[in-house]
């Protein structure tokens, strides 16, 4: 359906054409002012100019066309020229019951979808997830969801990191430690074991104690690449402990995500395109546009209107091993020919941002992608701690995202447990949810190019603008939703008619500002605005509540409007928590 102010800018246009004007002029905002109106229109001071008329006198005419208006109740031509509209709160009400019963509350979008991938999460195989994949995995899983919302045929890929140097790394040290496994015996013939010889958190120490060795010592480091190459080129042993590895990461890893409610559909990883690399190589020889340079290969991705340093994007290096360009470009080519996806959105650390202009580059001059595929770098910033630094733990470590979950929903239980006679179990499921909105919304509510600090405590509040504080309303709704149930009332088929309190009007016109609010996240790919726009509505909804007394009211078809009212908060504030990749309790 058409958004109110759109139907609002149609009688405005209308009535400036009855009055000999451009109907252009007629567009209207919401207004910036608040306690004058609900929406203005300045076309009257354009029109001045154009028409050689006072601005005062074009509004005077407009606002003489609208005194009938079935949308308008108020329409005031003020100095130098403004018009200041309010609207009919029966059209309010039958505009509110329009969204109720419409699908997905009526919000427009294309009607055909389009096939989408997100890449995200972008985790590396054998290494702990850290507070920065909380941000890709955060994001890119809201993306995802609104996309979807749009009716795009929507997949999200993880496109782990299992198969450069990291990998021989392990491997090398492995085969230091436990000489005696199988996987290193060139002789060995039979099956290797099912069984792997590591557990998660073996491999999560073997990983950067490999790492620091080969920093330090060019023989080490010198083995770990060529272990890396055996694995590349196939090595039975090699192939088969790395099969172990991935195994043991990929089940650490779904744990993660399951927690945070992160689901992929696609788990790739650069192993996944290992095959088509060299096909893509004798590609990109073939049509020239691949040469040595110093004896790597590389395309270049200069263009003329650069201002800034951009080198060429390395194909391949001097020794035949191929990088993380090298994959990123062979997973454009599978995906061209596998899926056909006509946008792609990169959810990645910002400061990505030159390489993947120079993949994009790279793929659109080589052909890997085709013209009519969109390519998206949504880069994040990062996540500070309240020094401005880097997040890390208290002792200065890494913080793991296992460990800030955990901490964060101990938190939250002690917090629900202090005031509830709620069962163990309840309470556990409610602390798990509470803490899940307070780092989704803790993250998703800054704008996603920018750096934000990690504020534990402000978060996990119940105040202010938070997960908590958004969950905390939608229980208070249920709640009354359920009392009124308890009165010996029915919640549903009720309708929302007109009622005269302004806190009443203002949450109405708060449910109708849905649409634009998911539209420019959509069409911004920006999560952000979900979040700001429900915190708004939350506002509305909690200063609507504290005005009035709902379940005692005594007219009971105002009592019934304002139940219907609330149920419509309740479905948009969930429906929008949903995009943000959260859910609230039934209580808390
Ligand atoms: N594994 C990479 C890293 O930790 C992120 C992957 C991002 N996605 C991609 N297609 N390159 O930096």
């Known amino acids: 359906m058409k958004k109110l102010i759109e139907l609002i800018t149609c009688e405005v246009e209308a009535a400036f054409e009855a009055a000999g004007y451009d109907k252009s002029l007629g567009r209207v905002t919401v207004s910036n002012r608040p306690d004058l109106c609900e929406f203005q229109c300045n076309g009257a001071m354009a029109g001045a100019k154009q028409y050689k008329v006072k601005p005062i006198d074009i509004a005077n005419a407009v606002a003489e066309n609208l005194t009938d208006s079935q949308v308008l109740s108020e329409v005031n031509a003020v100095m130098p020229g403004f018009l200041n509209l309010k609207i009919k709160n029966e059209f309010l009400a039958d505009y509110l019951n329009k969204m109720s019963s419409t699908d997905k509350f009526g919000q427009e979008m294309p009607e055909q979808g389009q096939k989408v991938i997100v890449d995200y999460g972008g985790p590396n195989v054998a290494k702990p997830l ?16 609104i996309e979807k919302f749009f009716n795009n045929d929507v997949i999200g890929d993880i496109h782990m990191g299992d198969w450069g140097l990291q990998m021989g790394l392990i491997i090398y040290e492995l085969s230091l430690r436990k000489p005696e496994l199988p996987y290193f015996d060139d002789n060995f013939e039979g099956e290797y074991p099912k069984e792997a010889p590591f557990t998660i958190s073996e491999l999560e120490e073997i990983y950067p104690t490999a ?33 172990h590895i991935l195994n043991v990461s990929v089940t650490d890893l779904k744990k993660n995500y399951n927690r945070l409610h992160v689901n992929f559909e696609q788990w790739n990883g650069e192993s996944t395109v290992h095959n088509l690399i060299p096909g893509m190589v004798d590609m990109m020889k073939a049509t020239g546009l691949a040469y040595l340079s110093d004896g790597a290969l590389v395309v270049d991705v200069k263009e003329e209107s650069d201002t800034k340093e951009m080198p060429p994007c390395m194909i391949l290096k001097s020794d035949g091993a191929s990088l993380y360009n090298t994959t990123d470009l062979a997973t454009l080519m599978m995906r061209r020919d596998e899926e056909d996806p006509k946008h792609i959105i990169y959810v990645v650390d910002k400061r990505q941002g030159l390489y993947f202009e120079q993949v994009f580059r790279c793929a659109r001059k080589t052909g890997v992608v085709k013209d009519d595929c969109e390519l998206t770098f949504l880069g994040f910033g990062t996540v500070n701690g309240k020094d401005g630094k880097p997040y890390k733990t208290r002792d200065g470590g890494v913080m793991r995202l296992e460990s800030l979950l955990e901490e964060i ?56 603008d938070t997960g908590p504080y958004i969950l905390y309303t939608i229980v208070r709704i249920k709640s ?91 479905d948009i504030l969930e429906q929008c928590i949903e995009l943000l990749g959260f859910e609230a309790p039934e209580r808390m």
């Open 211 to 243: 790492s620091k060795k080969s920093k330090e010592d060019e023989v080490f480091k010198a083995a770990a690449m060529e272990a890396t190459k055996k694995l590349q080129n196939g090595v039975r042993g090699y192939r088969a402990l790395w099969n």
């Open 130 to 145: 850290h507070v920065g994949h909380l941000r890709s995995a955060v994001i890119g899983e809201s993306v995802k969801r």
């Open 480 to 570: 009354i939703l359920k009392k009124y149930e308890e009165q010996g009332n029915s919640v549903s088929d009720i309708d929302i008619t007109s009622c005269e309190e302004p806190s009443w009007k203002a949450l109405g016109l708060n449910l109708t500002g849905m649409h634009a609010a998911l539209e420019s996240a959509f069409s911004e790919i920006a999560p952000h605005k979900i979040c700001a726009y429900i915190y708004d509505l939350a506002n509305a909804f909690n200063r609507f509540y504290h005005e009035n007394k709902i379940l005692i009211e005594e007219d009971e078809n105002k009592k019934r409007s304002w139940i219907a009212t609330l149920k419509l908060t309740r």
């Open 409 to 464: 929903y101990q938190g939250m239980l002690s917090k629900i447990r202090e005031n509830t006679s709620l069962s163990d179990e309840e309470a556990c499921d409610i602390a798990e949810k509470v803490a899940l909105a307070a780092v989704k919304y803790g993250d998703l509510s800054n704008q996603a190019s920018k750096d934000y600090i990690f504020d534990m405590e402000k978060f996990s509040s119940f105040e202010g």
